[in-house]
């Protein structure tokens, strides 16, 4: 499901970083999002520019994962997340 496609965030989302993790709210659905520090940097490389791969190279160059299947897991189900809340495209 995820692709090579470059990833952008929605509109109407409102954020702020408080002690390295990232709250947002949605004005659209009225939901409130709380991401841990992982979660906060992979929101911060979303620019329009990166595809899901990348991102994920980039977090991997930053982080340590002796089991990358796992790590991939983890990653890819985020990304489902943040598709199926809107919050991507």
Same mark, same amino acid.
């Given at each position: 499901m995820l692709t090579d496609n470059k990833v952008f965030k929605r509109e109407k989302l409102t954020n702020? !970083? !408080?002690e390295g993790k990232l709250f947002m709210f949605n004005k659209q659905t009225t939901n409130y999002? =709380?991401?841990n520090e992982i979660g906060t940097i992979i929101w911060l490389l979303i620019n329009g520019k990166r595809d899901i791969k990348k991102i994920k190279n980039k977090i991997k160059e930053e982080y340590s994962c002796p089991d990358e299947k796992f790590f991939? =897991? =983890?990653i890819n189900k985020f990304?489902?997340?943040l598709i199926r809340e809107g919050l991507i495209k």
């Amino acid at each position: 499901m995820l692709t090579d496609n470059k990833v952008f965030k929605r509109e109407k989302l409102t954020n702020e !970083i !408080i002690e390295g993790k990232l709250f947002m709210f949605n004005k659209q659905t009225t939901n409130y999002y =709380k991401f841990n520090e992982i979660g906060t940097i992979i929101w911060l490389l979303i620019n329009g520019k990166r595809d899901i791969k990348k991102i994920k190279n980039k977090i991997k160059e930053e982080y340590s994962c002796p089991d990358e299947k796992f790590f991939d =897991k =983890k990653i890819n189900k985020f990304f489902q997340i943040l598709i199926r809340e809107g919050l991507i495209k």
